[in-house]
């Protein structure tokens, strides 16, 4: 029988005893396909536990219970911060954190102070966790936090902070664009090319010449089309072109898979 047709209660049980990422995953999926009271109950019944799995197959689920819109929302945002008031594992941490990052539009002053204190938490898995609790608010609280998260050792914090601050929100001042100029600098490619899209999206005239300089290198990616793109300067059109010649002469694989990227950009430039 196809785990469609099976019941809601017997994928909580197989939950439980799941051998493998992928079969979790699937029964999570396919709970949060059904938006109702009999899931809500379960998975917050789940979220309550004493036990880690049980609370973390809960909150994974509600998380995500009907797309749009959420089931219960209100609920399920008021359950995740009740449960922040607790000691948690790391591991409940994560799914606390993960699942109020796709509850977050509606957070008051008080929910988002709670989520800043823990900024100091030093797992990496549980900061990443936060930054996508913490990104798109528009915050000065949850801002400054995510711009002290772009100066983080690591780069995948650094890359996901930056993205926060330069994509999710639409602020604007002096310090969010400090940091964004800090980041072009960043050793990390893709780090450094969120800061590039950051300043686009604010219209910084500078950031032309940055962009420019990665043409002329021979370094872009999707990201650096998308700042070109939102900048809309046709000025951009001769490294483009120079830089499409150049690597459909290229006999590399990866040079010369970004035709396709490049045309698209050229075309949509020219419009």
Known sequence: MRRKNWTSEKIFNRLLNNKTHKTYWDNISELRRRPNQEVFEKAYEFAK???????????????????????????????????LEKEQSDNVLKSIFHGI???????????????????????????HALISALSGLENSDAINTLIEFT????????????????TLIESDNIEIRNALWKRTGDTDFETKSEAI?????????????????????????????????????????????????????????????????????ISELKK
């Open 49 to 83: 536990s004493d036990f880690d799995k049980q609370k973390i197959i809960g909150l994974d689920v509600l998380q995500q219970l009907g797309f749009d819109p959420r089931y219960n929302k209100k609920q399920t945002v008021e359950l995740h911060f009740e449960l």
């Open 101 to 127: 990052g796709h509850n977050n539009d509606e957070l008051s002053e008080k929910q988002i102070s709670k989520l800043v204190e823990f900024k100091t938490i030093k797992n990496t898995d549980i900061k």
């Open 151 to 166: 100066e983080h050792k690591t780069s995948t914090i650094r890359n996901w902070a930056t993205f926060g601050i330069g």
């Open 197 to 265: 899209v950051g300043l686009a999206n604010r219209k910084d005239e500078k950031i032309k010449g940055v962009i420019k300089s990665e043409l002329e290198n021979g370094d872009y990616g999707t990201l650096l089309f998308e700042a070109i793109l939102t900048l809309d300067d046709k000025d951009f059109l001769p490294l483009l072109i120079k830089n499409l010649e150049m690597a459909k002469k290229d006999k590399d694989d990866i040079a010369n898979g970004w035709v396709l990227a490049l045309e698209g950009a």
